[in-house]
């Protein structure tokens, strides 16, 4: 609840002053005179029956108290928005090749590319999100969905246990784009994660941004991790201890101008992250890029509520007339 014209609680200040005051020396001390019926003596009553001066404080004071919130103006205010969108749809294909698991990033470039896709969809709050997962093959994981729950579950519990290794960048470019093509959204991208450079596939990768290009599709390519060797676990096999886990050096084979390229193409942005906050930075950007625009009209609905306070404050008024003027009448 809301109040209109809060200024009028300032009055509830004097109105304590002077209630305090007629407690403390006006019906205490107030001289009175019963004149007592001539039973009254042998029909006392158990209990002292309030003064005349008594009850009209005790019955006027709430009064004033409720006529100062009726002039305060109780409300319920409802609103309600009526929203225009230009959504953008989105595409992200994430690169799950072995290579990701490289540990230049820590934990490691899946882990920490997962969570800054995880931070970039939470920001998109009114787009449709989709997912293409791919390594040596490509696959669409997620369609077009505002239910950015199950995008963020699917990539988070991604993995190429099922697929052949190696990456499809051409694949699933192709496969995003063919998502997208038949979207009605003013603004449609691909955001293409990867590590590594074409290898796998039927697609060629120039061919699916191409495609992407006559669609009218932006196509914005990250490529993760550092320039030169890096460490990289490896599951080998000991016949004595069984499965191991090796560090092996794994040598850069992200092939940045294929991946210039295809931003190029489409009119699209490279990006090179090679830590998690530039990362993180250039996620920002995307975001800043392709911004959704929202129209919101706002329909406020008010609801007066200071009727029934005023009623009360004139129930009681009305109360303290007929007692001041039956029971407890006083003279003069």
Do not use: C
């Not at 800043?288 to 406020?300: G, I, M, Q």
């Amino acid at each position: 609840m809301s109040f209109a014209h809060p200024a009028f609680f300032l009055l509830l200040i004097p109105l304590a002053v002077a209630a305090w005051l007629a407690w403390r020396y006006g019906i205490k001390r107030r001289s009175r005179l019963f004149i007592p019926m001539a039973s009254w003596i042998d029909q006392r009553p158990r209990f002292t029956i309030p003064s005349p001066f008594r009850v009209h404080y005790v019955l006027r004071l709430p009064a004033l108290i409720l006529i100062v919130i009726g002039l305060a103006r109780p409300q319920e205010i409802f609103e309600r928005e009526k929203r225009t969108i230009e959504a953008v749809d989105i595409v992200v294909s994430f690169d799950l090749s072995k290579s990701m698991d490289a540990i230049d990033f820590r934990p490691n470039r899946r882990t920490v590319a997962i969570n800054v896709l995880t931070d970039f969809i939470d920001r998109r709050k009114d787009d449709r999100i989709g997912l293409v997962l791919f390594s040596g093959e490509a696959f669409l994981a997620v369609p077009t969905t505002t239910d950015h729950k199950v995008v963020k579950d699917a990539l988070a519990n991604s993995t190429n246990k099922f697929l052949q290794d190696g990456t499809a960048i051409g694949e699933s470019l192709a496969v995003a784009v063919n998502h997208l093509k038949d979207s009605r959204a003013k603004s449609r991208i691909v955001i293409l994660v990867t590590d590594g450079d074409n290898n796998m596939g039927s697609v060629d990768p120039e061919t699916a941004a191409e495609l992407a290009k006559g669609y009218g599709i932006k196509v914005y390519t990250i490529a993760v991790g550092k320039k030169g060797k890096v460490d990289f676990p490896v599951t080998v096999y000991d016949p004595v201890f069984g499965e191991q886990t090796v560090m092996q050096q794994l040598t850069d084979a992200i092939n940045e101008p294929l991946l210039q390229s295809i931003a190029n193409r489409t009119q699209g942005r490279f990006f090179r992250a090679q830590d998690m906050g530039v990362l993180e930075n250039i996620f920002e950007t995307i975001d800043a890029l392709e911004k959704t625009k929202v129209e919101v009209d706002t329909f406020v609905r008010t609801s007066e509520k200071a009727w029934p306070w005023i009623l009360g404050a004139l129930v009681l008024v009305l109360v303290e007339l007929l007692a001041v003027n039956t029971r407890w009448r006083k003279l003069p």
